[in-house]
């Protein structure tokens, strides 16, 4: 059974770099018709989509966020992950990684991780 | 970027169906989802495509999709039903969620 696990700092000062991986067990990143992505939730709030990456490398990123993001994949270890710079308090927010699945304009989440509470403060 | 709009809550009767509308400008020329989050859980998918549901969802939810407007239905409302639900779709590489509907079962 596929499962996805977030891991990384969970308190990252204001104006660093955010970083996490996600890591993909019980199956191959590398696989046709999936996306990987980076999903986040701000306490108390709704669900914001921070960007996909396919196995390749291709990537499509949030504009909201384009300027602060890098997502990169890496196949060896089966795992992708989410730097986001210049952070600030509004960046603290549980952070999840989810697999993107679709086709023919079809795409959703089928498979999230548990999610990773990141703080962002001095 | 596509902006989808929820209401911020809605109230059922248990045994009641609730009905949660999603909209966006012709969204109903694009696919349509909708995951259900309980309080310090992962979203889950509860309806794809519209009008599919993954394995392991009850019959109780559907969906439809038409015009501006996608709506998820639940019929025979139970108290586990209770949660957070939110809609996505997909617009020109970028996946738009929904602001959250709070779903209560009074």
């Known amino acids: 059974q596929l499962q996805l696990q977030e891991s990384g700092p969970g308190l990252v000062k204001p104006s660093e770099t955010l970083s996490l991986t996600c890591t993909v067990s019980?199956?191959?990143?590398?696989?046709?018709?999936?996306?990987w992505d980076w999903i986040r939730q701000p306490p108390g709030k709704g669900l914001e989509w921070i960007g996909s990456?396919?196995?390749?490398?291709?990537?499509y990123y949030n504009t909201s966020l384009k300027s602060r993001i890098t997502i990169s994949v890496d196949t060896s270890k089966n795992q992708f992950s989410l730097k986001l710079n210049s952070v600030t308090a509004a960046d603290t927010a549980v952070y999840y990684c989810?697999?993107?699945?679709?086709?023919?304009?079809?795409?959703?989440?089928?498979?999230w991780g548990r999610g990773t509470l990141v703080t962002v403060s001095s | 970027s596509y902006e989808l709009t929820q209401p911020p809550s809605v109230s059922v009767f248990p045994g009641q169906a609730a009905s949660i509308n999603c909209s966006g400008d012709?969204?109903?020329?694009?696919?349509a989802c909708w995951y259900q989050q309980k309080p310090g859980q992962s979203p889950v998918l509860v309806i794809y495509?519209?009008?599919k549901r993954p394995s392991g969802i009850p019959e109780r939810f559907s969906g439809s999709n038409s015009g501006n407007t996608a709506t998820l239905t639940i019929s025979e409302t139970q108290a586990m039903d209770e949660a957070d639900y939110y809609c996505?779709?997909?617009?020109?590489?970028?996946?738009?969620f929904g602001g959250g509907t709070k779903l209560t079962v009074l």
């Open positions: 996505q779709t997909w617009d020109t590489n970028t996946v738009p």
């Open positions: 495509q519209d009008t």
């Open positions: 012709k969204l109903g020329d694009k696919y």
């Open positions: 019980g199956g191959a990143i590398s696989s046709d018709s999936y996306y």
């Open positions: 989810a697999r993107l699945r679709g086709g023919d304009d079809d795409w959703h989440f089928d498979l």
């Open positions: 990456i396919y196995y390749s490398g291709n990537t």
